[in-house]
């Protein structure tokens, strides 16, 4: 129990180096490639990341969705990829080859779809190589580029809100 305190301290440590170094780069260029993160213990609606990716012009094979659970059982592998905190380490260390591969992705978006407090999801958006990161409201602003404040259920104006600032941001292609 202890040494599970320590853990958690020094991953917060490199939380928090990670949003310290992050620089936040605006350019024009269109969301071609688009990654989610999302606790699947508040949300488990795949299908409407997908059609979200549809509306703002990303191509099914440029999408890569990943789950987090805090169930440490692996029945939830069915989707793309589905992490727990076993599968991280001291110091923000990643176990799971599929989640690093994930991280080191250079998507032009990224969307974290979560609003519990879970140091794990935190590591993830902030270690993520996206270009601009898009969330929800949470306690450390550091973590997005860009926030929608919605609730968690309500998707819908989510998507509404997503996709008319991303064309006044002009990162839509025009198809």
């Avoid at 440029?62 to 169930?71: E, V």
């Avoid at 080191?104 to 969307?111: K, N």
């Avoid at 997005?144 to 991303?166: A, S």
Wanted: hydrophobic share 40%; aromatic share 10%; with cysteine.
């Amino acid at each position: 129990m202890i040494l599970q305190g320590f853990k958690q301290k020094s991953n917060k440590k490199y939380l928090n180096s990670l949003l310290d170094s992050r620089e936040v780069l605006l350019n024009e260029k269109k969301i071609v490639s688009l990654g989610v993160v999302l606790n699947i213990d508040e949300v488990n609606d795949f299908e409407t990341f997908r059609r979200l990716a549809n509306a703002i012009k990303v191509k099914p094979n440029k999408l890569k969705i990943i789950a987090f659970t805090s169930n440490k059982k692996d029945e939830l592998n069915s989707w793309d990829v589905c992490f727990n905190p076993k599968d991280f380490g001291w110091h923000g260390k990643i176990k799971n080859i599929e989640l690093q591969e994930f991280i080191e992705t250079p998507f032009d978006a990224l969307i974290s779809y979560y609003t519990e407090e879970i140091l794990e999801l935190k590591l993830i958006t902030a270690a993520s190589q996206a270009k601009f990161k898009i969330g929800i409201l949470q306690t450390d602003n550091r973590l997005n580029d860009f926030i929608i404040k919605t609730n968690l259920k309500q998707f819908n104006i989510f998507q509404k809100e997503l996709i008319k600032y991303l064309n006044i941001f002009n990162k839509i292609k025009n198809e």
